[in-house]
């Protein structure tokens, strides 16, 4: 009675340490994969159950070590080969070549290509001198150059900008180089002067006459007009016409009732 008695215990413990080891798959799965760990890998509680540590990566199911070239420093990233060439130098054929740097050049802050100097420029693989007119300086990126001031460049010179009488210089890189004082506009290389007609005033424009009519008067001509209101009107927003007063309503040049 007693034998079966222990019997019955024992198999009530094994029921029970089943139960708990269920509970816990991590458990069983960490000694599942233990017996297959290969050298230099870490277990894990998710995926394959493991995973190769630092500068090694997965090869044929197991973690080789990475080989870094000469010149190269390790990434320890998961992509990519695992390592990267040093500042200074350049992926070539799965090695690391230095970068050559030609004369007049330095090395970029990326560390794997070369700029030129101030004042010099690309030539077929080269940095070539940039040769700067007389009347011209360099620009402020360093590789081009402009002309100075009351110059404008033609071909590789900097010829003086021609200012006619009643002009003067502009900034502008473009058009002619200078530009009429208030009171005259351009007339082909000249400034002719704005006959600004009675009951006008100058605008500042680079088209149309030159000037506008002021209120109360309207354009005929060269000259500007009286506004001759009609019975039942009033001058309109722009001044130089008229409208109807409500509820009249215009016809030819009076206003009639509705």
């Not at 404008?152 to 010179?157: C, P, V």
């Not at 003067?168 to 351009?186: F, I, N, V």
């Amino acid at each position: 009675m007693n034998a079966t008695r222990r019997r019955q215990d024992v198999v009530m413990q094994l029921l029970i340490a089943s139960a708990m080891l269920a509970s816990f798959p991590g458990l069983t799965h960490a000694q599942n994969t233990s017996a297959t760990l290969p050298d230099n890998a870490t277990a894990t509680t998710y995926g394959k159950g493991w995973q190769c540590d630092d500068y090694y990566r997965e090869a044929n199911g197991g973690c080789a070590r990475v080989v870094v070239p000469v010149n190269a420093l390790a990434t320890n990233r998961s992509y990519g080969s695992g390592w990267e060439c040093a500042h200074g130098y350049v992926l070539a054929e799965r090695a690391c070549v230095a970068v050559l740097v030609p004369a007049n050049a330095y090395l970029d802050s990326s560390g794997d290509r070369w700029r030129c100097d101030r004042g010099y420029r690309l030539v077929d693989n080269k940095c070539g001198v940039i040769d700067v007119p007389l009347n011209g300086y360099l620009d402020r990126s360093g590789d081009k150059w402009q002309c100075g001031r009351g110059y404008r460049a033609t071909d590789e010179t900097c010829n003086a900008v021609d200012v006619p009488v009643n002009a003067y210089l502009t900034d502008s890189a473009y058009g002619t180089g200078w530009a009429c004082e208030r009171g005259y506009r351009a007339v082909g290389k000249t400034c002719a002067f704005i006959q600004v007609p009675l009951n006008a005033y100058f605008v500042e424009a680079t088209y149309g006459q030159g000037w506008s009519c002021g209120r109360g008067f309207r354009a005929s001509g060269d000259a500007c007009i009286a506004i001759d209101l009609p019975e039942n009107a009033h001058l309109g927003y722009s001044g130089n016409d008229w409208e109807c007063n409500d509820p009249y309503r215009k016809r030819q040049m009076s206003c009639v009732a509705p």
